[in-house]
C-alpha cells in the first residue's frame, strides 16, 4: 500500500514546476540560527537560571498557555488544516490559527506548508526536506540523519517553491497578510508574556521571567517537540498501519505535541483530522477541531470513521 496525498495537499504537487525556487540569502540564514539558537541556549540555561533566580508560578502558567495556544495554532492551524485540508474553517478562524500557528516561530504559514506538503510528496525519499533516512542506514549515516531531520535541515539554503506547493495559500489574501506580519508576530509571542509578567508580579523582574520561561524556553521546547516528530517518529516507534516510508507512532511525545505523534496514522491517510485513531490515543488537537466542529466553526471534518480505516486497512493488505 501506497500513502496516497488527496485534497490540497496533492493538487499542488503536480506539474512541471521545480522542486526549489531559489536560495535563502545570507540575511535569512542568520535570521534562523537567531531563532533556532537563542530559544535553544535559554532551554540550556533553564536549570542554573531556576536554581539561581527561582521560576514562579506567573511563569508556568503563562508558559503553559502560550505553549498550548502557539502548538495547536501549529497542528491544528498550519498542519491539519492549511496542509491538508483536514477541515473547513470560517475565515475568522483560519486568520487565527495561521497567527497562532506564526507564534510559534517555526516560520510564516506558506514557507510551513508548501516545506511539509513537500515532505509529504517525496516523504523519506530524496526531495524531502526532512527525512533522517536520506544517508544510509549505518549508526553514523543515522546519526546524521537523525541532526538532519531534527534541525540540520533549516540551515539548508535551498527554498521549496511556493508557487508549487502552496498556490491556494498564496491565492488567500488573508494568510499572505499573516505570513507578511510574520517577524511582528516572533516580537509578540516573546514580548506578550513578558508584559503579562510583568503586569501580573507589578515588577520588571516579573517581566524578566515571563520573558525567559514563558517566552524563551517555552518556544524552545515546542520546537523540539516539533522537530522530534521529524527525526524520532520517523526512526522508531510503532508502525500499526502501512505506508510508503517510515512514519511512526512514538507515545512519549503524544501529550506534547497534541497528537502529532500519532505519525504513522497520518501518513497513511494524510487527511484525516485525527491522528490517534486507536483505543486509548490521546489526541488533543482533534478534541480541538471537534470543539469548533460543535460550536460551528468547522465543518466538513474528514474524520476517521470505520469505513474510512477499513479502506486504509485494505490497501495495507
Known amino acids: 500500500m501506497t500513502s496516497t496525498l488527496s485534497g ?6 503536480s506539474g512541471p514546476q521545480p522542486l526549489f525556487e531559489g ?9 534562523v540560527y537567531i531563532f533556532v539558537l537563542v530559544p535553544f541556549a535559554a532551554l540550556i540555561a533553564a536549570i542554573p537560571f531556576a536554581w539561581g533566580w527561582g521560576l514562579t508560578w506567573t511563569d508556568v502558567i503563562l508558559g503553559v498557555a502560550f505553549f498550548a495556544f502557539t502548538g495547536l495554532g501549529v497542528t491544528i492551524g498550519y498542519h491539519r488544516h492549511f496542509t491538508h485540508g483536514s477541515f473547513k474553517a470560517k475565515p475568522w478562524l483560519r486568520v487565527l490559527l495561521a497567527v497562532a500557528g506564526s507564534m510559534a516561530v517555526q516560520g510564516p504559514p506558506i514557507i510551513w506548508v508548501a516545506d511539509h506538503r513537500r ?6 525519499r530524496d526531495g524531502d526536506p526532512h527525512s533522517p533516512w536520506l544517508f544510509g542506514t549505518g549508526p553514523a ?20 517553491n511556493k508557487q508549487r506547493f502552496a498556490p491556494d495559500l498564496l491565492a488567500d489574501r488573508n494568510v499572505v497578510a499573516v505570513n507578511r506580519l510574520f517577524p511582528l508576530l516572533t516580537a509578540a509571542t516573546l514580548l506578550l508574556p513578558a508584559l503579562l509578567g510583568g503586569l501580573i508580579s507589578w515588577s520588571l523582574w516579573g517581566a524578566v521571567t515571563a520573558f525567559f520561561w514563558a517566552g524563551l524556553v517555552r518556544v524552545a521546547v515546542l520546537h523540539h517537540v516539533t522537530w522530534s516528530t521529524n527525526s524520532i517518529c520517523h526512526m522508531i516507534g510503532e508502525r500499526p498501519f502501512k505506508s510508503r516510508d ?17 505519525h504513522n496514522l497520518h501518513h497513511a491517510d494524510p487527511t484525516c483530522a485525527r491522528h490517534g485513531v486507536k483505543r486509548g490515543q490521546i489526541d488533543i488537537s482533534a478534541r480541538v477541531i471537534w470543539a469548533f466542529e460543535k460550536f460551528g466553526w468547522a465543518w466538513n471534518v474528514r474524520w476517521p470513521t470505520p469505513a474510512r480505516l477499513a479502506r486504509i486497512a485494505a490497501k495495507a493488505e
Request: hydrophobic share 50%; aromatic share 16%; net charge positive.
Open 8 to 13: 490540497p495537499a496533492r493538487a499542488t504537487n
Open 23 to 31: 536560495q535563502a540569502g545570507t540575511g535569512r540564514q542568520i535570521l
Open 119 to 124: 515532505h509529504h510528496a517525496f516523504s523519506d
Open 141 to 160: 549515516a543515522l546519526a546524521k540523519g537523525f541532526w538532519h531531520a531534527h534541525m540540520g535541515w533549516l540551515f539548508e539554503r535551498d527554498l521549496t
Open 246 to 262: 517510515k512514519a511512526a507512532n512514538f507515545w512519549p511525545l503524544a501529550i506534547l505535541s497534541f497528537g502529532e505523534a500519532w
